[in-house]
Nanobody
Framework: QVQLVESGGGSVQAGGSLRLSCAAS????????MGWFRQAPGKEREFVAA????????YYADSVKGRFTISRDDAKNTVYLQMNSLKPEDTAVYYC????????????????????WGQGTQVTASS
């Protein structure tokens, strides 16, 4: 059974930084593409960043490009999201997601592309 556990959320001032971690278990991590999504109150869950199973290909939402960085450590079965220059509009619950794939360089951006999700971690950036 796949389990994803996010950590690293918290409250920061606008302009600050946080690093989210997502520890995976119950899967062959190197066979999974990974993604980060977020959901603000009253809004739909939206794509933030994705990384291929090889780690060599990444993709970002325009709203976070240049500020956020996704990475993975297959030895630790963990995917990270480094968030810099946080803005109040980044405030949301952040979720990691996993999808088995046979393709080493493919990333996925839709919620329906993923079949395993974590419980989420709250990120609050205040002005």
């Amino acid at each position: 059974q796949v389990q994803l556990v996010e950590s690293g959320g918290g409250s920061v001032q606008a302009g600050g930084s946080l690093r989210l971690s997502c520890a995976a278990s119950g899967l062959t991590f190197s066979s999974y593409a990974m993604g980060w999504f977020r959901q603000a109150p009253g809004k739909e869950r939206e794509f933030v960043a994705a990384i291929s199973r090889s780690g060599g290909s990444t993709y970002y939402a325009d709203s976070v490009k240049g500020r956020f960085t996704i990475s993975r450590d297959d030895a630790k079965n963990t995917v990270y999201l480094q968030m810099n220059s946080l803005k109040p509009e980044d405030t949301a619950v952040y979720y990691c997601a996993a999808r088995f794939t046979r393709y080493g360089s493919t990333w996925y951006t839709r919620t329906q592309d993923y079949n395993s999700w974590g419980q989420g971690t709250q990120v609050t950036a205040s002005s």
